[in-house]
């Protein structure tokens, strides 16, 4: 009997679950870009494009390859514009009720399936190292779920980096030696760049007619879309970048938007790239001595460290994860965001490259974008659904626990111990920013003041019931209570008339 085999956008590899259940010679595998899937938010248009154009690439492959594919365009007169529609389309087309299914990565997507009429067998997404029951079993009898020690049983499990139980170099991580600030050069010239082919210039015309409005540069357009250019450019990343990348990862250049960075997540997160062959490729160019230690560690701490703990916070903590808002932050998200004019020149410089690239390293979003919306208390739901829109790499699975706890603080500490705030000498420190801003990093108080300076001060003393006791945030509120009677007041004067003008539109 036919049976249908759901293969959705960020699915796109052969060795996906569903696919190793299926029968070629029986099976039909069902792919379609839908109207809702394109519109839940805003997507970036070069999302939109990557995926697009990565999924008709796939099922050309899948064809070569002896499967029978039935793929829906966007397009397409009998489009239902969505998957559930799609499904029942194609379940009529070829006489069956029979779904095999790899999990998807959106409770959303989950929740719309399981309400088809239709025989569903799903299959847990073994692409990832850690299944969920793992997950589970490390966070079972845990006051608290640190990334730290989960990856540590990731590097066991995959004995990444690992000589016999101890880790190699005689210790799990090495942040010490990368925190280095922006270097005076770069001397790396970013991802390798495709020229679009056909298929992707025809993705390319649609995208411009469909979502031309959307927020977001579609052209130029160089992303890789099959797997062949991903491992192209990982190979190109790892002799050229990956070296350096440890030492400035933490780095921001207003002139140098990827500095050493892989830009590998949008092809890891689609399926275009395995994760565990990415960070074996890595050790393997350390091995070889072709990059230095805290670079190859670093890298691979953020794939199965960070990538793969987020995904276990976001099915451990469940469907309502999205809507937490312990600090009560309400503040609807400013044009800034949007590419309004902001005199803050790292939102600015944060913000356009988002717009024109679809990207922006781990930092840029957590302590510019991220930062500045705790800090003035921007409803975290609005700053979810912002992340989730703009980024190229972003599916909900990893996205929201790195906004929603990571970086906002809203889930009142399940992922991080304190709120990752700073003020404006944090990005001056590790940036090039501050040197041509419109506001003066060195003013705490008055007009010209960094608008950082003073909603740091805003924010502790907001939340000051809540962090006083915190033993990692002690040293803060002793400084803040040090300062003169005066100048306190004078700093959440400042801070409350600032976030008064962005409230009511005006350039800030």
């Not at 690992?162 to 942040?175: K, L, S, V």
């Not at 699975?397 to 700073?422: C, H, L, R, T």
């Not at 924010?459 to 033993?471: C, S, T």
Request: aromatic letters at 12%; proline letters at 4%; charged letters at 25%.
């Amino acid at each position: 009997m036919v049976r249908l085999v759901l293969v959705l956008g960020d699915q796109l590899s052969p060795g996906v679950a569903a696919l190793k259940k299926a029968d070629k010679t029986s099976d039909v595998v069902v792919m379609a870009e839908v109207m809702g899937e394109a519109t839940y938010v805003q997507h970036h248009p070069k999302k939109i494009a990557f995926l697009f154009a990565a999924m008709r690439k796939f099922a050309a492959q899948l064809e070569s390859d002896g499967w029978r594919v039935a793929y829906s365009r966007l397009e397409d007169a009998e489009n239902g514009g969505s998957i559930s529609s799609e499904l029942l389309r194609r379940a009529e087309e070829f006489g069956t009720d029979e779904v095999l299914v790899t999990e998807p990565g959106e409770f959303r997507v989950i929740s719309d399936l399981a309400e088809l009429p239709l025989t569903a067998t799903s299959f847990e997404d073994d692409r990832f190292i850690a299944s969920h029951q793992d997950f589970q079993n490390w966070a079972d009898g845990r006051k608290q779920l640190r990334m730290e020690y989960f990856y540590r049983d990731m590097r066991r499990k995959t004995g990444l980096m690992m000589e016999g139980d101890a880790p190699a170099g005689g210790q799990w991580n090495y942040d010490h030696d990368n925190r280095k600030p922006a270097p005076g050069s770069v001397d790396f010239n970013g991802p390798m760049r495709f020229t679009p082919d056909e298929t992707v210039s025809e993705v390319l015309t649609l995208v411009a007619e469909r979502f031309g409005d959307n927020f977001g540069d579609l052209a130029p357009f160089w992303f890789a879309t099959d797997t062949g250019q991903a491992r192209q450019h990982l190979a190109y990343w790892i002799r050229m970048g990956a070296p350096l990348f440890g030492d400035f990862q933490d780095a921001m250049m207003q002139d140098e938007r990827f500095l050493y960075h892989g830009f590998v997540g949008a092809y890891i997160n689609a399926g275009l790239l395995d994760p565990l062959e990415v960070c074996q490729a890595v050790e393997q160019a350390w091995k070889d001595g072709d990059i230095p230690i805290n670079a190859a560690e670093g890298f691979i701490r953020q794939i199965i460290g960070w990538r793969e703990y987020m995904r276990g916070i976001y099915f451990h903590e469940g469907p309502e994860y999205t809507s937490r808002n312990i600090l009560e932050h309400d503040r609807k998200l400013p044009g800034l965001y949007w590419g309004k004019k902001t005199w803050m020149a790292c939102v600015d410089h944060a913000v356009t490259q988002t717009k024109e690239e679809a990207y922006a390293h781990h930092i840029q979003r957590l302590m510019v974008t991220g930062n500045f919306a705790l800090l003035a208390g921007i409803d975290p739901y609005e700053v979810h659904e912002w992340y989730l829109a703009v980024y190229a790499d972003a599916y909900e699975w990893v996205e929201a626990p790195n906004v929603i706890g990571m970086s906002q603080f809203a889930d009142g500490g399940i992922i991080a111990s304190k709120p990752y705030i700073s003020s404006g000498n944090y990005i001056n420190k590790m940036s090039d920013y501050c040197k041509s801003c419109s506001y003066k990093i060195k003013d705490k108080t008055g007009p010209d003041a960094c608008p950082f300076n003073l909603l740091y001060w805003h924010f502790l003393d907001r939340h000051r019931a809540r962090f006083e006791g915190n033993p990692r945030m002690a040293q803060m509120y002793r400084v803040w209570d040090r300062m003169e009677a005066d100048k306190r007041e004078t700093v959440l004067k400042d801070a409350g008339a600032w976030l008064a003008k962005m409230d009511a539109g005006e350039t800030v």
